[in-house]
């Protein structure tokens, strides 16, 4: 089986409505679709973080791979990117994400040629249905949706998430510039929650030590099950352990430095920042040596989110729920999707590969959305909307 083709396809993932972070507000999130043509007729199909990916595996990804054998995996790395090693100021952080994609396709069309769903290329199920939080947060009203500007709104919204779906894990935006309207939502959610509902949050690295020393002491009574990114560096995150004990994440995928350290305690990354799911299963097994929980990203199609779903499904080590704006996603590009957890889980795929199908349909609205309007400002202050916010906020 030989390489025959590769096509990359920028498009908008919107949410139903823009959720407010530290940045100001997001309405959804734009991405590249890789399909891996082969002489087998085998498709396989992977996922990028940016459209700026769209370049990168046209102009030198896919001259480089044509003619080449698929299930040759390490060799298509070895052409497409140089040699790194974890986190330094010399690597290309952008081709590695890129090649993240066509990595995703490639395990992809290794699944459908020996009809095998990923998990089991990748050791077998240790459980099939994967643990996911919902997403909360202030939002703004866009189109019947959205609209939580009060604790009290977004609280309803939760009861509604645990009524309708028979949800009891939840993570959320705690990133307001005055933190009382956050440690009220809070407070309203565990009061009316119970104590048997996982309450994780995100602050997008928007406040200082200080600032965060002082939110943590009403949050410890909280029983906030993890903080993510409250300062922004792993430094500020030490400095901060000696006042709380909620347990810390982020996105940046520095084992040494959280070793050495002691913080954070936990990483939630996507596949693509690894360079693909080879790499991401090393590094999760790593993790797991030195104790450092894992769980994945969100806020991408069902093509990268069924990868983690089968990486969850093969990995003991993800123990956690991991993120998920599926119940705020209206729109995919797959059949199948969006994902929608009930219960607090998704069951993993069964088809082969990653076990889900591109609609072309969906494929080329979402292609529109994006060609019409641009990529997402992930960093648009509605506040502001000429000055980007720096943080931490102030």
């Not at 949706?145 to 998430?161: I, N, Q």
């Not at 607090?344 to 591109?358: H, M, Q, S, Y």
Request: glycine share 10%; charged share 25%; net charge negative.
């Amino acid at each position: 089986m030989r390489i025959t083709g590769i096509r990359a396809t920028p498009v908008n993932i919107p949410l139903e409505a823009p959720y407010l972070w530290s940045y100001g507000a997001l309405a959804g999130f734009s991405k590249t679709i890789v399909e891996v043509e082969t002489d087998a007729g085998i498709v396989g199909l992977g996922e990028g973080p940016s459209p700026a990916n769209v370049a990168t595996i046209e102009k030198s990804f896919e001259p480089r791979l044509l003619g080449r054998d698929p299930f040759d995996i390490s060799g298509a790395e070895q052409l497409c990117l140089p040699s790194w090693r974890g986190v330094a100021t010399s690597i290309d952080f952008a081709a590695i994400r890129a090649f993240g994609a066509i990595e995703m396709a490639l395990w992809d069309i290794r699944g459908k040629a020996w009809n095998q769903p990923l998990y089991a290329l990748l050791g077998g199920a240790v459980r099939k249905d994967i643990a996911f939080t919902d997403y909360f947060g202030f939002r703004l009203a866009a189109g019947g949706a959205g609209g939580e500007s009060s604790p009290e709104a977004v609280l309803d919204y939760c009861l509604r998430l645990n009524a309708e779906h028979g949800t009891t894990c939840f993570e959320g935006k705690f990133s307001t510039q005055d933190p009382d309207p956050s440690l009220r939502m809070m407070r309203l959610l565990r009061e009316k929650l119970g104590p048997a509902a996982v309450l994780r949050i995100d602050s997008n690295m928007a406040y200082s030590v200080a600032e965060a020393q002082r939110i943590a002491r009403p949050l410890e009574e909280l029983d906030i099950r993890n903080w993510e990114d409250p300062c922004a560096t792993f430094e500020e995150l030490a400095q901060l352990r000696r006042s709380t004990s909620i347990r810390f994440s982020v996105h940046t995928p520095d084992l040494r430095r959280a070793v050495a350290l002691g913080v954070p305690e936990a990483f939630c990354t996507d596949v693509n920042v690894h360079g693909g799911i080879g790499r991401a299963t090393r590094f999760i097994a790593a993790c797991e040596q030195m104790g450092v929980d894992f769980w994945c990203y969100s806020g991408d199609s069902g093509i990268a989110s069924a990868a983690y779903l089968h990486l969850a499904a093969a990995t003991t080590w993800i123990r956690e729920p991991s993120q998920s704006l599926f119940r705020m996603q209206p729109l995919d590009v797959i059949e199948e999707g969006p994902f929608r957890p009930r219960g607090n889980v998704v069951r993993v795929p069964e088809g082969p590969g990653l076990g889900v199908t591109l609609s072309r349909e969906k494929l080329a609205h979402c292609h529109r959305l994006f060609v019409d309007h641009g990529p997402y400002d992930k960093f648009h202050d509605p506040e502001r909307p000429g000055v980007f916010r720096r943080l931490p906020l102030a």
